[in-house]
């Protein structure tokens, strides 16, 4: 087995002494290896086919349901699980302030508590009501009517400026300089109609904390009864003067 060996290998180091150049020279290229290839596609080896497109409509669907002919759901139903939303009332437990408007009366108003208020505005600060004349001038006369003197129960005044913006005197506010804690909102109703507010006023109110919304009474009303029922009298204020206040009378 070792003659075997010794006698293949003896051919293979006279192959390496015989030619040693074919180890050692490193093989020559014309052209520089890349290390990708070269790829020029020519158009016309390639050509385009065109692309069609199709537009398919697929017909109606033979099972959809069709509107219904009357929208008469039959006779109500007496099951106590059924909910009637159009007489849902989230605040039906909630009473109404005592101060609520009831009504607006041509002179005055109609409050919740049985109160009647002819012939001036109402103020409606922390649950109380109070007789409110804004138009009243510190010129004014007093006394009785023989002696020239202007009653009380008489509206008569002025309450637009030159500019027909609405403006009171700042001391027609002063309750609410005096109430704590303050209404975070106030709602003044002009009269029978949406009458804009001088600057000076809203500048006033606002520099006491205070919210204005301006309507007209019976809408201002309206939203005072909801507001005082829900955030409540300490919260929602109102300065009202009657619907049938004329400029000038």
């Given at each position: 087995?070792?003659?075997?060996?010794?006698?293949?290998?003896?051919?293979?180091?006279?192959?390496?002494?015989?030619?040693?150049?074919?180890l050692s020279a490193p093989r020559s290229f014309s052209q520089p290896a890349s290390p990708f290839p070269r790829a020029n596609p020519s158009?016309?080896?390639?050509?385009?086919?065109?692309?069609?497109?199709?537009?398919?409509?697929?017909?109606?669907?033979?099972?959809?349901?069709?509107?219904?002919?009357?929208?008469?759901?039959?006779?109500?139903?007496?099951?106590?699980?059924?909910?009637?939303?159009?007489?849902?009332?989230?605040?039906?437990?909630?009473?109404?302030?005592?101060?609520?408007?009831?009504?607006?009366?041509?002179?005055?108003?109609?409050?919740?508590?049985?109160?009647?208020?002819?012939?001036?505005?109402?103020?409606?600060?922390?649950?109380?009501a109070f007789r409110w004349r804004p138009w009243l001038r510190s010129d004014g006369k007093e006394g009785t009517v023989a002696e020239g003197?202007?009653?009380?129960?008489?509206?008569?005044?002025?309450?637009?400026?030159?500019?027909?913006?609405?403006?009171?005197?700042?001391?027609?506010?002063?309750?609410?300089?005096?109430?704590?804690?303050?209404?975070?909102?106030?709602?003044?109703?002009?009269?029978?109609?949406?009458?804009?507010?001088?600057?000076?006023?809203?500048?006033?109110?606002?520099?006491?904390?205070?919210?204005?919304?301006?309507?007209?009474?019976?809408?201002?009303?309206?939203?005072?009864?909801?507001?005082?029922?829900?955030?409540?009298?300490?919260?929602?204020?109102?300065?009202?003067?009657?619907?049938?206040?004329?400029?000038?009378?």
């Open positions: 087995m070792e003659r075997a060996l010794s006698s293949s290998a003896r051919p293979l180091k006279n192959i390496l002494k015989s030619h040693p150049a074919r158009p016309r080896s390639s050509p385009q086919r065109p692309c069609y497109r199709s537009l398919h409509v697929s017909a109606p669907y033979a099972g959809a349901s069709r509107p219904p002919k009357s929208r008469d759901r039959g006779p109500k139903s007496n099951e106590d699980t059924q909910t009637d939303f159009g007489a849902l009332d989230v605040l039906r437990n909630t009473p109404p302030p005592a101060t609520a408007i009831d009504a607006c009366t041509h002179d005055g108003f109609a409050l919740n508590n049985q109160v009647r208020v002819s012939g001036c505005g109402v103020l409606l600060v922390g649950g109380e003197g202007v009653r009380d129960d008489v509206m008569a005044g002025r309450l637009l400026n030159a500019k027909g913006q609405w403006e009171v005197p700042d001391k027609s506010w002063g309750i609410l300089e005096l109430v704590w804690p303050k209404p975070d909102l106030l709602i003044i109703g002009t009269g029978p109609s949406v009458i804009p507010i001088a600057p000076a006023v809203r500048s006033y109110l606002n520099g006491l904390g205070i919210r204005l919304e301006i309507q007209d009474t019976r809408n201002a009303s309206a939203q005072f009864n909801l507001l005082a029922t829900e955030r409540g009298v300490t919260q929602v204020a109102a300065a009202l003067i009657p619907i049938g206040w004329k400029e000038g009378r």
